[in-house]
T-cell receptor, first 114, second 115 residues
Framework: DTAVSQTPKYLVTQMGNDKSIKCEQNLGHDTMYWYKQDSKKFLKIMFS???????INETVPNRFSPKSPDKAHLNLHINSLELGDSAVYFC?????????????FGAGSRLTVL | AQKVTQAQTEISVVEKEDVTLDCVYE???????LFWYKQPPSGELVFLIR??????QNEISGRYSWNFQKSTSSFNFTITASQVVDSAVYFCALSERNRDDKIIFGKGTRLHILP
């Protein structure tokens, strides 16, 4: 069983569209994250939720809206997609919100905006 | 200010050579955590090691070893007798206890092990 699973793995779409990426973890972790990895491999945190509550919200355009229906799921919805949104988006989870905790990552979702 | 610096963008070595990946960090906290993650060509990110600021003991795990030196704010990673399967991007990361507990990643070092 995959510990942190993301869908879809690949997403190709046109500028201006709205798209969602889903993430689920079966590790029983309380905290989930979204990271963005750009074409230069730079990894940057976007959001973090602890038990459905938003705890980290980096400087991200408000076209990005995370939603956590329960602590095992954290979805990412992106409105009005732009070329610069093309990246690999990684979902991750950790047992607790503390930065001391090890992150378990999903396989990534590669978003290409044309 | 960049908190985690991995000055080596890309390294190529021949198989069986030893290679050290450098990581220099910057923090004012006394309590912090350092990590290394591996991203092989398949793309997933895999945890390798975590160190807290109070534990300067070096760590060895098989062919992998880590040298943590607070005096130089460095947490370097050495692969001994490298293998082609070690080819990956390696990320060093820092989490500061008093800074929202966010994990900040370095820009990564791409390691090529040539057969």
């Amino acid at each position: 069983d995959t510990a942190v699973s993301q869908t879809p793995k690949y997403l190709v779409t046109q500028m201006g569209n709205d798209k969602s990426i889903k993430c689920e973890q079966n590790l029983g972790h309380d905290t989930m994250y979204w990271y963005k990895q750009d074409s230069k491999k730079f990894l940057k945190i976007m959001f973090s939720y602890n038990n459905k509550e938003l705890i980290i919200n980096e400087t991200v355009p408000n076209r990005f809206s995370p939603k956590s229906p329960d602590k095992a799921h954290l979805n990412l919805h992106i409105n009005s997609l732009e070329l610069g949104d093309s990246a690999v988006y990684f979902c991750a989870s950790s047992r607790l919100p503390s930065g001391a905790n090890v992150l378990t990552f999903g396989a990534g979702s590669r978003l290409t905006v044309l | 200010a960049q908190k985690v610096t991995q000055a080596q963008t890309e390294i190529s070595v021949v198989e069986k050579e030893d290679v050290t990946l450098d990581c220099v960090y910057e923090t004012r906290d006394t309590t912090y955590y350092l990590f290394w993650y591996k991203q092989p060509p398949s793309g997933e990110l895999v945890f390798l090691i975590r160190r807290n600021s109070f534990d300067e003991q070096n760590e060895i795990s098989g062919r992998y070893s880590w040298n943590f030196q607070k005096s130089t704010s460095s947490f370097n990673f050495t692969i001994t007798a490298s293998q082609v399967v070690d080819s990956a991007v390696y990320f060093c990361a820092l989490s500061e206890r008093n800074r929202d507990d966010k994990i900040i990643f370095g820009k990564g070092t791409r390691l090529h092990i040539l057969p």
